[in-house]
């Protein structure tokens, strides 16, 4: 035989770069598919308008939020007050941006808690399964067997409304969602080479959850991150609705819808209909968004 077998060519780095240009590149495509929703575009604007408008808006737009001008009582929008004034005199363009603050400080902080808690709660009980992944998810059945909007209503009552007493209370009944979501990302994953690689060079549960399963559930937490902070918004407006939420000198969107809903019969749409459009146009934001990244990062596993 005159023919010989070559050596095939030593297989240099993937065009991506290995492991890591896979995982960059799935991103990147997850990424795509995001961009190409023109909701989802759309509602990141709007999130990102409100979060500028309540956090940045009062240091160009200067208003007083502490003392009553009583002589402003229920004024109409003018170019004095773009949106007119409430009962006490109060600014009502400022008023909006003082309680956007505080429902945005409490949805996203009520989310990081939900989702932190929650995150390592159903990763372990997917990881280890049989009787523990029983008595966790268990326990998250009682704990969801129980109204959220009573518990808060009687520890907003018992011990006061705060930003950090909502956010607290509100992420320790919001996590139970997100243990459900992550318990099942956990599942899938816990069969997979890669776990079944690093279990067998000895890695420990905890390495497991930290280094392989959390990483690539990243996209299940993102998604229901967006989720959480929306329902704690609503949440949080329905509390001040009912009269249990901020109490002066704060306030939420809730507190104003609550006092403006008395007035709105004598004409004073502006105490209502600006506010409301606030809540209905950031919740509706985080919808999309929410949907969007999961449609992206679906597309993300589908094509990996």
């Known amino acids: 035989m005159t023919g010989q077998i070559q050596a095939l060519p030593e297989r240099g780095p993937t065009p991506e770069g290995g ?30 308008f409100f979060v500028l408008f309540c956090f940045i808006g009062p240091f160009v737009y200067h208003t007083d939020q502490i003392t009553p001008n009583l002589s402003d009582s229920y004024a109409p929008p003018s170019a004095a007050h773009p949106l007119g004034a409430d009962n006490n005199g109060f600014d009502e363009l400022g008023r909006i941006m003082k309680g956007g603050q505080t429902a945005l400080e409490i949805g996203f902080l009520a989310a990081f808690i939900a989702i932190t808690v929650g995150t390592l709660w159903g990763t372990l009980a997917g990881l280890l399964g049989g009787i523990i992944d029983s008595v966790l998810m268990r326990v998250v059945d009682v704990f969801l ?9 009687i520890l907003a009552v018992k011990f006061g409304a705060t930003v950090l007493s909502l956010s607290i209370v509100i992420g320790a009944f919001s996590w139970l969602f997100a243990a459900r979501i992550i318990r099942s990302e956990a599942l899938s994953l816990r069969s997979m080479d890669f776990v079944s690689a690093a279990r067998g060079a000895g890695s420990g549960n905890w390495r497991l959850i930290f280094r392989h399963l959390l990483p690539n559930s990243l996209g299940v937490i993102i998604v229901s991150v967006t989720f959480q902070v929306a329902d ?53 934001a985080l919808n999309f968004v929410g949907d969007a990244l999961r449609d992206s990062f679906d597309v993300r596993l589908r094509r990996r």
Request: with cysteine; glycine share 8%; aromatic share 14%.
């Open 19 to 48: 492991e890591v240009g896979v995982f960059q590149s799935s991103w990147r495509r997850a990424l795509r598919e995001f961009a190409r929703n023109r909701l989802a575009v759309v509602g990141l604007a709007i999130l990102v």
């Open 232 to 284: 704690a918004i609503l949440l949080v407006s329905y509390i001040g609705f009912l009269g249990f939420g901020l109490h002066y000198p704060n306030v939420d969107w809730g507190n104003q819808l609550s006092d403006g809903i008395e007035d709105v019969q004598d004409g004073y749409w502006w105490l209502v209909f600006p506010v409301a459009a606030c809540i209905v146009a950031t919740v509706m």
């Open 145 to 153: 067997s129980i109204p959220i909007v009573f518990v808060v209503l």
